[in-house]
């Protein structure tokens, strides 16, 4: 159980354009979710908290109107990076918060390379 | 604000032989620990997690914590590795109500053969 999708695993696009990634938790309910950015052969750095019917809540120097988040329901959250530039590219992964627990489940990550 | 210190950037170790990860974490109530390993190209895998109770705790695939809060640390050891241990492995502490992680930069283990 407690398994976290993500599509599509990698993605190539074009500057300016906008990409949009979803995360899925597939085997249970998850109220938050979260967003996470990782640069080659560095830690994992949180972006941003997405709450289901609420506004997400973004770390400091992210910017909300170009890293565009919506958790519509209770298995979905989406990222959408709009008018995408090379400095975007990047491995995103997203995890879910497993009910009543502190635990987080993480998707398999979504490489997006902007040319 | 919380950090996480993993101060061994790689490590290599022969199949079979013991493994410790260093982790050191500074907040300032008490922590919830994990260690998270991830493979290639890969999401994370919770391999164990420390709440309160017992400080030595139990993970998966052979995997063992102690947290010491006097030096506060939270080092991941192995008896024995595997091949299929190579990977990055990431100690984290979690805060806002525990569910809000801060991640350590990560250690790469390699095994040789």
């Known amino acids: 159980g407690a398994v976290v999708s993500q599509h599509p695993s990698r993605v190539i696009c074009k500057s300016g354009t906008s990409v949009k990634i979803e995360c899925r938790s597939l085997?249970?309910?998850?109220?938050?979710m979260f967003w996470y950015r990782q640069f080659p052969k560095q830690s994992l750095m949180l972006m941003a908290t997405s709450n289901e019917g609420s506004k997400a809540t973004y770390e400091q120097g992210v910017e909300k109107d170009k890293f565009l988040i919506n958790h519509a329901s209770l298995t979905l959250s989406t990222l959408t990076v709009t008018s995408a530039h090379p400095e975007d590219s990047s491995f995103y992964i997203c995890s879910a918060n497993y009910p009543s627990s502190y635990e987080q489940y993480f998707g398999p990550g979504t490489r997006l390379t902007v040319t | 604000a919380q950090s996480v210190t993993q101060p061994d950037i790689h490590i290599t170790v022969s199949e079979g032989a013991s493994l410790e990860l260093r982790c050191n974490y500074s907040y300032g109530a008490t922590p919830y620990l994990f260690w998270y390993v991830q493979s290639p190209g890969q999401g994370l895998q919770l391999l164990l997690k420390?709440?309160?109770?017992?400080?030595l705790v139990q993970g998966i695939k052979g995997f063992e914590a102690e947290f010491k809060r006097s030096q506060s640390s939270f080092n991941l050891r192995k008896p024995s590795v595997h091949w299929s241990d190579a990977a990055e492995y990431f100690c984290?502490?979690?805060?806002?109500?525990?569910?809000?992680?801060?991640f350590g930069t990560g250690t790469q283990l390699k095994v040789e053969l």
């Open positions: 420390y709440f309160s109770g017992d400080t």
């Open positions: 085997d249970f309910q998850a109220t938050t």
């Open positions: 984290a502490v979690g805060t806002g109500g525990g569910n809000k992680l801060t």
